[in-house]
């Protein structure tokens, strides 16, 4: 169920256009994986107007942060405001502003415990790449709308590289438009 400040970031991105809100079921679930990994420090790639960085803040441990990505700069703009009416402090999200190939590659190897992509589904595959660098051992990366055939993209390719790495176990979740995600051993 959504309360206020996530229903507030999905009728802004309604007002907006051009971005998809995670689904109740997948923000949920994203909760679980941010908790039961303990999780501190997680990247998103994709912001949106807020609401997976809403979920996936309540989902990490007191005094974590959310550093995510996006090239619009309104997103970021309702997504910070999302943020803080759900209650969070300002250093609690690092917003960046760029496009995730180009600001990945900046932030620190194995300093991550969750890597959520949820932009720019033919990218998949160098986002696999970065994301894994960027996590711990033990740490997850997670795809959003694996289900979702999306023009010019081969989800089918990203979940073959997934599926054929030894160092991760995946898994496809049929949650709203599926998630798939994998633990780096």
């Known amino acids: 169920m959504e309360d206020e400040p996530l229903l507030t970031a999905r009728s802004n991105a309604d007002d907006i256009g051009g971005t998809e809100p995670v689904q109740p079921a997948t923000g949920a679930a994203l909760r679980f994986l941010a908790t039961a990994i303990n999780a501190r420090a997680v990247v998103e790639v994709g912001t949106g107007c807020g609401s997976s960085g809403i979920w996936l803040l309540r989902g990490m441990r007191t005094g974590g942060v959310l550093t995510s990505v996006d090239t619009e700069p309104e997103y970021q703009r309702l997504a910070r405001k999302a943020f803080t009416q759900a209650g969070f402090a300002t250093n609690q999200a690092r917003l960046i502003l760029g496009r995730a190939n180009d600001v990945l590659p900046r ?79």
């Open 107 to 185: 932030l620190s190897d194995g300093g991550y415990d969750l890597v959520f992509c949820d932009a720019d589904v033919s990218s998949g595959p160098e986002y696999l790449s970065e994301g894994l660098r960027l996590l711990r051992v033990g740490g997850l990366i997670v795809f959003d709308d694996a289900f979702s055939p999306v023009p010019g993209s081969d989800s089918d390719e990203l979940a073959e590289l997934i599926r054929n790495d030894e160092g991760l176990v995946p898994l496809l979740l049929p949650i709203a438009g599926g998630l798939l995600a994998a633990v780096k051993r």
